[in-house]
């Protein structure tokens, strides 16, 4: 079966950096749009970034461009969150998510398939 693996999280202090990853199994990976969502306790889960299936086009949030790069190696089935000047407000536990024909790739009815999450704690 198709599973999505979160891993990477942890804490760090606001103006730092982490990166997480996300391994796939079980499906074409090369096929998925995959994504990054992220929930904050209290608050919907809201879209982070986004990478077409080839990596040609890449979607953020307001909040995150410029601070955060998605990036994905089809040859190992992995997509990668890499997260500079962390602030307080980007704690939240982290989620990817693939997409077999996702078009409005900012809303999560647009994928099939999510992972457990990994959570992401900025301290002030």
């Known amino acids: 079966q198709v599973q999505l693996v979160e891993s990477g999280g942890g804490l760090v202090q606001a103006g730092g950096s982490l990166s997480v990853s996300c391994a796939a199994s079980?499906?074409?990976?090369?096929?998925?749009?995959m994504a990054w969502f992220r929930q904050a306790p209290g608050k919907e889960r809201e879209f982070v970034a986004h990478?077409?299936?080839?990596?040609?086009?890449?979607n953020y949030a307001d909040s995150v461009k410029g601070r955060f790069t998605i990036s994905r190696d089809n040859a190992k089935n992995t997509v990668y969150l890499q997260m500079s000047s962390l602030k307080p407000e980007d704690t939240a536990v982290y989620y990817c998510?693939?997409?077999?024909?996702?078009?409005?790739?900012?809303?999560?009815?647009?994928?099939?398939?999510w992972g457990q999450g990994t959570q992401v704690t900025v301290s002030s």
């Open positions: 998510a693939a997409g077999w024909a996702a078009t409005t790739i900012r809303l999560r009815r647009e994928y099939d398939y």
């Open positions: 990478i077409s299936q080839r990596g040609g086009t890449i």
């Open positions: 079980g499906l074409t990976f090369s096929s998925y749009v």
